[in-house]
C-alpha cells in the first residue's frame, strides 16, 4: 500500500510540474493597435531628406526608408528601381526579400505555441524532432534560439556552393543537419546560425501541425492586416535584387533559393507592414511579457568576447541589442533592439530604440549597400531621438 501511495504521489508531484510550463499563460491586456497611416511620401528629418536625396540621386542607394515615433510615420520614401530592365520604380509599398530580419518571426512563433501551452522553450529539440541524433540531446529549443545549439551552420559545411543553389524542403535540411556532430557543448557559446532556425520551423511544424509560412500566416500576418508580408516563393510581386558584381553596375539576382533557409530568411514584406509589426511585437499585442521578456534577453554565456574590439551585443531570440549607434561619427550611445538581414540582391536594416519609441526600417535591393543601409538607419534615429546626426561611418 505504501508503495502505491508513493506511485501515486510520484505522478501527481510530475503532473503538476508538467502543467506548470504547459499551462497557457494569460493574454496580455492590451489596446487595439491604431489604423495604419496614409501610405504617402513624408519627409519632416530634413538631415535624412538631404541624405537620401543625395544617394538616391546618384544611385548609392536603392530602396526605401521608414522612420517612425510612436504611432507618427516622420519619414517614408523610397529612391530606385523595383526592375531596371523594365524602367519599374520603387513604389512605397514595394515588398522586399527580408532575409535574416525572418528569424525574428520564427522566433515569436515559438513564443507563441510557448504561451499557449504547446511547447516550452526549455523543451529537449529531440522531444520534436524525431528519430533525433545522440549529439543533440543536450539541445534545448533556447539554444537554437540564441545561436547557442553548437549545430554546424549551412555556411560552415562542405559543398556550401552547391547547397546554396539546390533547392530543399523542411525535411530534407533537418535530415541534412543530423549528419554532422555539434562545434560545441550547446549554452557555452554564439555562433551565428541560419541551420538552428531551420531546426526551429521544423518545431513550429510539428508543434502546430501546419506548414510553417501558414502558421505565421494564421498566428501574425492576418490578424494584424499584413498582406504584404508572407513566404517568398518566387510567385509573391518580391523586386527584383542586385549586386554590383564586376565593375559593370548592378547586376540582377534572380535566384534566391530562399527553401534553403525557409525559416532563417525566406519572407518578404513592405516598409508599413514591418511598421506594423514592430508596433505590435514591441506593445505587448502578439507575446505575454513574459515571453516577450525571454525575447529580448541576453542569452550569450558570460565569457562571451567583445566583437571586432566593440562591445559585444546582446543576443535575444530573433534580435540583438546593441548601443549599433557607436559605430557612427559621431557616435550616440541608445540601446537599439535589431536585425539585419542580407541574401541575393537585398541589404536591410530594422531597428526599435524602446525608451523612446522609435522605429527605423531600411531596406535596400542592392547586397553591396550595407554601409549606406547601416549609416541611413542611424542618420534616421538620431535625427528622431534629437542626437547629433551622423555624416559617416565611424572607425
Excluded at 504584404?228 to 518580391?238: E, F, H, N
Aim: charged share 20%; proline share 7%; aromatic share 8%.
Amino acid at each position: 500500500m505504501i508503495a502505491v501511495l508513493a506511485a501515486v504521489l510520484l505522478i501527481a508531484t510530475a503532473l503538476v510540474a508538467w502543467a506548470s510550463v504547459r499551462t497557457p499563460s494569460a493574454a496580455p491586456d492590451v489596446q487595439p493597435l491604431p489604423p495604419r497611416p496614409p501610405l504617402e511620401v513624408i519627409e519632416t528629418l530634413p538631415r535624412l531628406k538631404a541624405q537620401l536625396d543625395r544617394w538616391g540621386g546618384s544611385g548609392q542607394f536603392t530602396g526605401g526608408v521608414l522612420v517612425a515615433r510612436g504611432d507618427e510615420v516622420l519619414f517614408r520614401q523610397v529612391h530606385g528601381f523595383a526592375d531596371r530592365s523594365q524602367g519599374a520604380s520603387l513604389q512605397l509599398n514595394s515588398r522586399f526579400r527580408l532575409a535574416s530580419i525572418s528569424k525574428q518571426f520564427t522566433a515569436a512563433a515559438i513564443l507563441r505555441l510557448q504561451d499557449e501551452g504547446v511547447l516550452s522553450t526549455h523543451d529537449p529539440l529531440c522531444k520534436w524532432i524525431q528519430p533525433c541524433p545522440a549529439a543533440w540531446e543536450p539541445i534545448r529549443l533556447h539554444h537554437l534560439l540564441s545561436h547557442s545549439s553548437g549545430v554546424p551552420d549551412l555556411m560552415a559545411r562542405p559543398a556550401w556552393g552547391i547547397r546554396r543553389v539546390t533547392p530543399a524542403t523542411s525535411n530534407e535540411l533537418t535530415e541534412e543537419s543530423k549528419k554532422y556532430g555539434l562545434q560545441f557543448v550547446p549554452g557555452t557559446k554564439v555562433r551565428y546560425n541560419n541551420a538552428g532556425y531551420n531546426l526551429l520551423g521544423a518545431v513550429v511544424e510539428k508543434a502546430s501541425g501546419l506548414p510553417l509560412h501558414a502558421y505565421l500566416q494564421q498566428a501574425f500576418f492576418k490578424p494584424l492586416g499584413m498582406a504584404d508580408t508572407g513566404y517568398d516563393d518566387g510567385k509573391s510581386d518580391v523586386v527584383m535584387g542586385y549586386a554590383n558584381l564586376g565593375g559593370g553596375g548592378p547586376s540582377p539576382q534572380p535566384d534566391a533559393n530562399v527553401s534553403i533557409i525557409f525559416a532563417a530568411g525566406a519572407l518578404y514584406s513592405t516598409l508599413d507592414d514591418l511598421l506594423v509589426w514592430e508596433r505590435a511585437l514591441h506593445r505587448g499585442h502578439l507575446l505575454t511579457p513574459r515571453s516577450y521578456a525571454m525575447m529580448i534577453a541576453d542569452h550569450a554565456p558570460a565569457d562571451t568576447p567583445p566583437e571586432r574590439g566593440r562591445q559585444r551585443r546582446d543576443w535575444g531570440f530573433g534580435l540583438f541589442t546593441n548601443s549599433i549607434g557607436q559605430r557612427v561619427s559621431p557616435p550616440f550611445l541608445d540601446r537599439q533592439i535589431f536585425h539585419t538581414g542580407s541574401w541575393s540582391g537585398f541589404r536591410n536594416l530594422m531597428t526599435y530604440q524602446p525608451d523612446e519609441d522609435v522605429t527605423v526600417i531600411v531596406l535596400s535591393n542592392n547586397y553591396h549597400s550595407r554601409d549606406a543601409v547601416f549609416l541611413l538607419s542611424q542618420q534616421g534615429m538620431a535625427e528622431a531621438l534629437g542626437r547629433d546626426v551622423p555624416t559617416g561611418m565611424g572607425r
